[in-house]
Antibody, heavy 124, light 108 residues
């Protein structure tokens, strides 16, 4: 059974750093893109970026590039989303999700499996 | 930047048919996908490649496409279908993913 298990809720102050995680199991972790999706309070879903664990190839949303870093540790089948300096506007639920196998250009650019979400609250 | 446009809300009585649209200039060339999200839960994939139903999704959910608009149709709506629905696609170069703004389905 495919599972994505995310780290627990975080409460941080503006300016602090943070790294949240997403551990995959039940499938070949290195062979499927993992994406991160933001959902601000009361708002819709926003794609942040994807990483391919096999070679750490990463794509970011143009609107979020430079604001977050997506990484992976293949040895423990875990993907990460990190911030170097949080802002209050980073307060949101963050989901990781596994993309379908195949190329985006071939119609496989969607998320089949989702983690349970990590709530990040940034407040002074 | 490329956007997908959905109506903010759709209301329907139980047993009726709900149609949720999603418009985008690249949709004639790129596939669309649909997700359902209930309060406090992660999204669930409903439809992929415009019309293919994901596993274990009831047959009352279907997808269709026409030009720059894709449509999620829920036939015989049930109270449990009340949720937010999101379309998702990619830009014309298939490098960036994006979601529509979401549609809140209310079952009257």
């Amino acid at each position: 059974e495919v599972q994505l298990v995310q780290s627990g809720a975080e409460v941080k102050k503006p300016g602090e750093s943070l790294k949240i995680s997403c551990k995959g199991s039940g499938y070949r972790f290195n062979s499927y893109w993992i994406g991160w999706v933001r959902q601000m309070p009361g708002k819709g879903l926003e794609w942040m970026g994807n990483i391919y664990p096999g070679d750490s190839d990463t794509t970011y949303s143009p609107s979020l590039q430079g604001q977050v870093t997506i990484s992976v540790d293949r040895s423990i089948s875990t993907a990460y989303l990190q911030w170097s300096s949080l802002k209050a506007s980073d307060t949101a639920m963050y989901y990781c999700a596994r993309r379908a196998a195949g190329y985006c250009s071939g119609g496989s650019c969607y998320f089949e499996y989702w983690g349970q979400g990590t709530l990040v609250t940034v407040s002074s | 930047s490329y956007e997908l446009t959905q109506p903010p809300s759709v209301s329907v009585s139980p047993g009726q048919t709900a149609r949720i649209t999603c418009s985008g200039d690249a949709l004639p060339k790129q596939y669309a996908y649909w997700y359902q999200q209930k309060p406090g839960q992660a999204p669930v994939l409903l439809i992929y490649k415009d019309t293919e139903r994901s596993s274990e999704i009831p047959e009352r959910f279907s997808g269709s496409t026409s030009g720059t608009t894709v449509t999620l149709t829920i036939s015989g709506v049930q109270a449990e279908d009340e949720a937010d629905y999101y379309c998702q696609s990619v830009d014309s170069s298939a490098t960036s993913m994006m979601f529509g703004g979401g549609t809140k389905l209310t079952v009257l």
